[in-house]
Nanobody, 123 residues
């Protein structure tokens, strides 16, 4: 089992920045990839960014490319999402996930989830 806990969310003005953290515990060595997801009110959950265990491969949704950066520190068992140039449309509950699968951009393969954290961007 892997436990995930997000932190760092909050309220920020458009154009501002936030950094989310996802602390992992348990059998973290069994996971291949981790990712950030988000779900806005009335919308389906979508993948925002993903990263392999080594950090050698990353993937981003088109809507956040150039603004968000995913990273991880395996010594601290923590994954990060640096979010810059935030827009009101980035407002959502953000979740971190972990998977044993190599298909890191496929949401259905993620079997470990955090509880989610609110990010609100005001205009």
């Amino acid at each position: 089992q892997v436990q995930l806990v997000e932190s760092g969310g909050g309220l920020v003005q458009a154009g501002g920045s936030l950094r989310l953290s996802c602390a992992a515990s348990g059998r973290t060595s069994s996971t291949y990839a981790m990712a950030w997801f988000r779900q806005a009110p009335g919308k389906e959950r979508e993948i925002v960014a993903a990263i392999t265990r080594s950090g050698s491969r990353t993937s981003y949704a088109d809507s956040v490319k150039g603004r968000f950066t995913i990273s991880r520190d395996n010594d601290k068992n923590t994954m990060y999402l640096q979010m810059n140039s935030l827009k009101p449309e980035d407002t959502a509950v953000y979740y971190c996930g972990a998977t044993n699968s190599i298909m890191m951009t496929t949401m259905s393969v993620y079997n470990y989830w955090g509880q989610g954290i609110q990010v609100t961007v005001s205009s």
